[in-house]
């Protein structure tokens, strides 16, 4: 942690790799992986339909002819906790990334972790979307 604080001081950045611990990496790739088919966008894949992924909890935003991309629309469905009877299949990569949002990147705790990280105190405020950049578009 000392090395990335270190980093952070001399370059104002940095890029956590592996930050997610295995379970919830799995979970996300796999729902993305899984819009993706659903979708039928991806690898070798191309979509020349602008609309693809759009839905009641994701919104086209930008220009379509520049790199448009999904925003997840908070509060769109209920709670992932209340989720947990049904299976991981049924759970939108947008619920996973909200839930992370709201119980570990918006806590006071992770406030208080990247205020040590970075050397600037606690945060006094954050910003933030859930967006999807769809393969091919």
Same mark, same amino acid.
């Given at each position: 942690?000392?090395?990335?604080?270190?980093?952070?001081?001399?370059?104002? !950045?940095?890029?956590?790799?592996?930050?997610?611990?295995?379970?919830? !990496?799995?979970?996300?790739?796999?729902?993305?992986? /899984?819009?993706?088919?659903?979708?039928?966008?991806?690898?070798? &894949?191309? #979509?020349?339909?602008?609309?693809?992924?759009? &839905?009641?909890?994701?919104?086209?935003? +930008?220009?379509?002819?520049?790199?448009?991309?999904?925003?997840?629309?908070?509060?769109?469905? #209920?709670?992932? #906790?209340?989720?947990?009877?049904?299976?991981?299949?049924?759970?939108?990569?947008?619920?996973?990334?909200?839930?992370?949002?709201?119980?570990?990147?918006?806590?006071?705790?992770?406030?208080?972790?990247?205020?040590?990280? #970075?050397?600037? +105190?606690?945060?006094?405020?954050? /910003?933030?979307?859930?967006? /999807?950049?769809?393969?091919?578009?």
């Amino acid at each position: 942690l000392n090395e990335i604080r270190t980093r952070f001081e001399e370059e104002s !950045s940095v890029k956590l790799r592996h930050f997610l611990n295995d379970e919830w !990496s799995s979970k996300i790739k796999v729902a993305f992986r /899984r819009q993706d088919e659903k979708d039928k966008v991806g690898v070798n &894949n191309p #979509s020349l339909d602008y609309h693809v992924g759009i &839905n009641e909890k994701w919104k086209a935003v +930008g220009p379509a002819h520049k790199q448009r991309f999904l925003q997840y629309q908070e509060g769109s469905v #209920s709670a992932l #906790s209340a989720k947990k009877a049904s299976t991981d299949d049924d759970v939108d990569v947008g619920e996973y990334l909200d839930h992370l949002k709201q119980n570990l990147f918006q806590s006071v705790e992770f406030g208080r972790w990247v205020g040590w990280l #970075s050397s600037l +105190g606690f945060p006094l405020g954050y /910003r933030g979307r859930i967006r /999807r950049f769809r393969p091919g578009l």
